[in-house]
């Protein structure tokens, strides 16, 4: 049977009963009563059929019907019964009466059921306003009259009261936003005519009516759209709703003249002037609504209108999603809470979920009409989000006219309290649409992006020097970079790499592209290869794995020609480990090779030696002969040490004239010895060089592992061993001991407390006599510094003077001395009786020489203490003789000598000099060494050196002193030789400057 049979049925049968009423007055009870009994079992069986979302409101309706038919049946029951039961009557009239709050109440459950919680109060306002036009209009023309009119009964005055209490509720339903549904326009037609029967004073029709359109309403399909809400936004004021509020607002003003016109006066004027000023209110509550809705609008256009500019200027997805969260957030009013979630459409390769594929085939169909709907069905995604309201405004972004790709964009939902969604629904079709159109925008803008991109890196491949090929699965090149041609000299496409590859790197090649394949990421290698012109050329290679992206699908292999690069990266390398003079490794590598040598010695047991070789006196080559022949030499050394090494060994160039020789893999110290043999033989003959020939003569320090396992150590002890080697002499080779590092750290300490007595003044001088020998008078004094140690005592000066002049504080030392011996001259010359008063000779370091200012410092100590020039001696060491380079000493010695200051050479014939030196230099006195003094008794050399040196001397007008006189017999000798002066032990011991007052006085024996 068809769906709408049923209610076609059931309205013919309640015309049928309506027909039958005016025929059969004696059944007019019973047939209102089957009437209203059969519209509630319409109501119930439709309500059953159709299970609206609320059946409380059909329930209701069909209580009202009920009510109805029972009501009337019972006030028209025959008279002997209603005689009879005298109170059945005012039943059967409260009955009917009630049956109208209760249709009241249904119709209220219809309406509240139909706007939700949605403010419609521009729908209510209108509600109102008609009722109270129509309200007026029935108390104008029925109420009232009927009222003054006593054959009218109460029941037939109340009926319309309670009828315009359901029109109102029946309008208000009418007002609902949306379209409204068959079963609504059923009820309302039932309602109406009822209106009118009890108007007219035929209320059985219109209970008819009633019953036919309440059962008609519920058993049509449409009857469980009537309990949901309304999907349709708040609609504008349309020029039909217009008329109706002008035409209810002209009620009053009506009914005032028609009443006018009749009577000449108007009757109830209270009650009109009330119903009027409520309507007015009522309008004007209307028009401020049409007024807050104008400026809500114009809101919204001012919102859409910033959202379209920031949309226009919006650079990718995520701008978008915060241009429509904060235009949502402007739509709404401050104090909604809303949430929004912007889902983007994303071409994916794997099938869609049934479920999905039927939610997007429906978007594409709806467009850009948003939609309400629950949010539990919406996609899980978009749902957590939105889990704190029940409704979600679902809004596709669909264009159309898109040139490519899926026409859905993606999908706008907005949460929010219901209400605010159906106000928001107009206003998010144009925001979708609106970010549909930046969303492709920003889409074809990256597409172009990407093209241009593409066309850049095309012309870059193109024309990049490195090759880039593509590999298939068997390593054959199916696309190679036009720089190939280049490269090997022809297009490879088409070979396997490795065929390409020179065929020593074949294995190592697959191995790689294997690893790579396998998951493994390519460092940088080498391969060597066949180039163009058949030359081999290295490649640097690396290898990505892209068989996984389609449009490749492949291994991508990039090669670059190195083979320049490498060969300045070991020329550099070379530059950096290895002296440029000599070609042999510097400081750095020797270092590392020791380290190297060290770990393979402590893992198989062997021996290492460490070889300190340094040339004696190439400064001296340097300075006569030129930095061009000192490099000559030193290339022709580098050579020779080098030649006098095994393989296995290594040869450095330390710096200067600084050699270094390492030996590994040795099983006896006496290797290490006998490399240090072979370098010594190997250096013995003579070197040619543009000059003349040469003999290169080195010291070496030697050091083997059995003394320290440390390179640092292992380079310290060599080095110490090589100051041994050179203080031993020349051409000599020492090994390390290890008393010698004792005796190191003690002249390391013996240094450290020369600076400090240097500084606090531990230093006191003695004086020893210089006597005329023929006369033993004392005709001048040596001074002689002594260092009076804090636990050691007083300290002679061939203990401390080599270290002071090593470490420079043989500068303030010297000052001091010879102030103080300037100081003890001037008191001896203030306390001798007049005459011939001694002279005082003091030693000078030619570092004191070297210090600027020294001649000055000489002419002010003399002022100060007053002594002439005459009574000060100053001794320089007789290697100062051979210095040609200490041009600026000699220069300073001729101007203390012409100030009158005699200058004497010390320990003469100790230093190798030439005798022919003396009349070179502005020398005064000659004193010679004490070995000579103590030998020329009983060898014949020496007194002849000795008699040779004296005779010179006199021949140069040169005073000779001999130091060292311990007996009478060097006295004598010496007298006879002709020496006119000398010193020694015989004479006296170094005096305190007391003592030597007493000494030249006769107050005391002479020591």
Sequence with gaps: MPTRWPAALFGAWIVLLAVVYPLQPALHGWLILAGGLSALVAVLVGTYRSQPDDRMPWWLLSAATGLSGLGAAIGNAPSFITNWLLWLEPVGTALLLCSYPVLAVALAGFVRRRTGSSRDLPGLLDAAIVTSGVALLVWTFVIGPRMSDASVNGLEQLLPVADLLCLGLLIRLATVPGRLVASGYWLGAGTGAMLVADVVRASAHGQFALYATAGMAALIPSMAELTRASAAPAAETSRGRLALLAVAALAAPTVLMVKMFQDSQVAGLFLVAVLSLLMLMLVLARMSGIMASHRQAMARERA????????????????????????????????????????????????????????????????????????RDVDWAVSVRLTQFAETLRCPMVLQDRPTGDPLVGVLHVGAPAWALRELQRSVEVLAGQVALALERIALSHEVARRNSEAYFRTLILNTADVITILDEHDRIRYASPSALGV??????????????????????????????????MRLLDFRAVGAGRTEVLLEMHCRDLRADQSVAGLVVTMRDVTEQRQLERELTHQAFHDAMTGLANRVLFHDRLKH???????????????????????????????????????????????????????????????????????????????????????ASPIDTDAKPLHAVASIGITTTLEAADANELLRQADLALYVAKGAGKNQWRRYQRHLHDEMVERLELRSALDHAVNEGHFLLHYQPIVDLASGVAVGFEALVRWHHPQRGVITPDQFIEVAEESGLIVPMGRWVLEEALRTVADWRRILLPGPAPYVTVNVSVRQFRETGFVDQVRTALQHTGVPPESLMLEITETLLMKDDEQRVWADLSTLREMGIRIAIDDFGTGYSSLGYLRQRPIDVVKIDKTFIDDMVTSPQPLALVSGIVTLARNLQLTVVAEGIEDAAHRDLLVRLGCPL????????????TEVLAWMTGAAAVA
Excluded at 317 to 331: D, I, S
Excluded at 491 to 508: I, M
Excluded at 625 to 630: R, S
Excluded at 982 to 993: E, I, K, Y
């Design 488 to 521: 090997f000299g022809a297009d490879p496409t088409g070979y396997r790499l490795p065929d390409v590859l020179h065929p020593a790197d074949q294995s190592r090649l697959a191995e790689a592209l294997a690893g790579v394949r396998g998951g493994e990421e």
């Design 597 to 683: 040598a060290l770990a393979r010695s402590a893992r198989d047991g062997s021996v290492v030696g460490v070889l300190f070789i340094d040339l004696d006196d190439f400064k001296i080559v340097n300075d006569t002969l030129g930095h061009a022949v000192g490099d000559q030499l030193l290339i022709a050394v580098a050579h020779r040490i080098a030649g006098s090494l095994r393989a296995d060994d290594t040869a450095a160039r330390l710096g200067g004239d600084e050699f270094a020789a390492l030996v590994e893999n040795v099983n006896d110290p006496g290797a290490v010895e006998e490399t240090a043999n072979r370098i010594l033989t190997a250096l």
């Design 982 to 993: 000398g010193q020694g032990f015989l004479f006296s011991s170094p005096l305190g400057p």
């Design 304 to 375: 859409l209108r910033e959202a379209s500019a920031a949309l226009v200027s919006a650079a990718d997805a995520e701008a978008v999603g915060l241009a429509v969260r904060t235009t949502v957030a402007q739509l709404l009013p401050g104090d909604v809470p809303h949430g929004v979630v912007l889902a983007i459409s994303i071409a994916q390769s794997e099938p869609l979920s049934p479920e999905a594929a039927a939610q997007a085939a429906v978007d594409r169909a709806t467009g850009t009409a948003a939609r309400l709907v629950q949010t």
